[in-house]
């Protein structure tokens, strides 16, 4: 009995203390919802916490009024999902690769991506390379280039090592190829690692600023952080005087964007966070 005390116990002040972590992350994102929906004079005078004051929804009225905003947003949706895919593939196909122990040179090609983990390329360099590869001013600039992190090419062949050679050798008794044995045995098992890297790439490819800043000149193709540094920043920019016209504040503005920026990319993690579980192959064999 007293044991069972002890785990409810546990129990009960593990569940308190991540709900308060928990809404202590939440709090700044409900912050800045409210500070979008609220009326100016309530901004203007810091009374505005977690509940909007004076209800209106002018700034999402004007954000949403902006063209050059959604085709920003399909620019960033597009060079996230097309940019995703091409990572995983790259990645996973040369983590698999590198997990195989008969494939050879794998251990120079290693200790190749270890160096480049721990050393980063100089801009200039990488700004000469994506130059001369005719990638600038084109949105491949913003995916080629981050196509294969070394991180999670490490991750990744950490991952398949792990999957039982027993199934490996199952698919080859079956007649699978080594592709097939790619494609139907670990690809499907190592799901939570796909899910988990494509996230990660993807949002940090939604977040991207810089590459964009360096590499595209085409306004046609500025992804929506490059559009909103504009909207914000400058107060030279047309955008700022509108705002004053409109008498909306800047800071109303800057929460309405954030909200308008950050809501897609947090839409996608419920669909993927139950293959944050690493558990797709347990029961593959039976002892």
């Given at each position: 009995?007293?044991?069972?005390r002890?785990?409810?116990?546990?129990?009960?002040?593990?569940?308190?203390f991540?709900?308060?972590l928990?809404?202590?992350?939440l709090a700044?994102?409900?912050?800045?919802?409210?500070i979008?929906?609220?009326?100016?004079?309530?901004v203007?005078a810091?009374?505005?916490?977690i509940?909007?004051?004076?209800f209106?929804t002018?700034i999402?009225?004007?954000i949403f009024?902006?063209?050059?905003?959604?085709?920003?947003?399909?620019?960033?949706?597009y060079i996230?999902?097309v940019?995703?895919v091409?990572f995983?593939l790259?990645?996973?196909?040369m983590?698999?690769a590198?997990?195989?122990?008969?494939?050879?040179v794998?251990?120079?090609?290693?200790?190749?991506?270890?160096?480049?983990?721990i050393?980063?390329?100089p801009?200039?360099?990488?700004?000469?390379?994506?130059?001369?590869?005719g990638l600038?001013?084109?949105?491949?600039?913003?995916m080629?280039?981050?196509?294969?992190g070394a991180?999670s090419?490490?991750?990744m062949?950490t991952?398949?090592q792990?999957?039982?050679s027993?199934?490996?050798?199952?698919?080859?008794?079956?007649?699978?190829?080594?592709?097939?044995?790619?494609?139907?045995?670990?690809?499907?098992?190592?799901?939570p690692s796909?899910?988990?890297?494509?996230l990660?790439h993807?949002?940090?490819?939604?977040n991207?600023?810089?590459a964009?800043?360096?590499?595209?000149?085409?306004?046609d193709?500025y992804?929506?952080?490059?559009?909103?540094?504009g909207?914000?920043?400058?107060?030279?920019?047309?955008d700022f005087?509108e705002l004053?016209?409109?008498?909306?504040?800047?800071?109303?503005?800057?929460?309405?964007?954030?909200i308008?920026?950050?809501?897609?990319?947090?839409?996608?993690?419920?669909?993927l966070q139950?293959?944050?579980?690493?558990?797709?192959?347990l029961?593959?064999?039976?002892?």
């Amino acid at each position: 009995m007293p044991v069972y005390r002890s785990e409810k116990l546990f129990q009960f002040l593990n569940a308190a203390f991540f709900l308060v972590l928990g809404a202590l992350m939440l709090a700044p994102m409900v912050h800045v919802l409210s500070i979008s929906l609220s009326s100016t004079e309530f901004v203007d005078a810091n009374k505005v916490f977690i509940w909007p004051r004076g209800f209106n929804t002018f700034i999402y009225e004007h954000i949403f009024s902006q063209q050059r905003l959604w085709r920003a947003m399909g620019v960033s949706v597009y060079i996230t999902v097309v940019g995703t895919v091409i990572f995983l593939l790259f990645t996973s196909t040369m983590a698999y690769a590198l997990s195989r122990p008969h494939m050879p040179v794998r251990k120079l090609i290693m200790r190749l991506i270890v160096i480049s983990f721990i050393f980063n390329v100089p801009l200039i360099p990488y700004f000469l390379t994506v130059n001369f590869l005719g990638l600038t001013n084109t949105l491949w600039a913003l995916m080629i280039p981050g196509a294969v992190g070394a991180f999670s090419v490490i991750l990744m062949k950490t991952f398949f090592q792990g999957i039982s050679s027993e199934i490996f050798d199952a698919g080859y008794i079956d007649g699978c190829s080594e592709f097939g044995i790619y494609w139907r045995i670990a690809c499907p098992l190592s799901l939570p690692s796909f899910a988990t890297m494509g996230l990660f790439h993807a949002v940090g490819t939604w977040n991207g600023y810089f590459a964009a800043l360096i590499f595209i000149r085409d306004k046609d193709l500025y992804p929506i952080q490059i559009v909103l540094r504009g909207m914000i920043v400058s107060e030279n920019s047309p955008d700022f005087k509108e705002l004053l016209d409109m008498h909306i504040t800047p800071e109303t503005l800057k929460a309405g964007i954030i909200i308008f920026a950050t809501l897609p990319i947090i839409i996608v993690y419920p669909f993927l966070q139950k293959y944050f579980v690493k558990g797709a192959q347990l029961g593959s064999l039976k002892e």
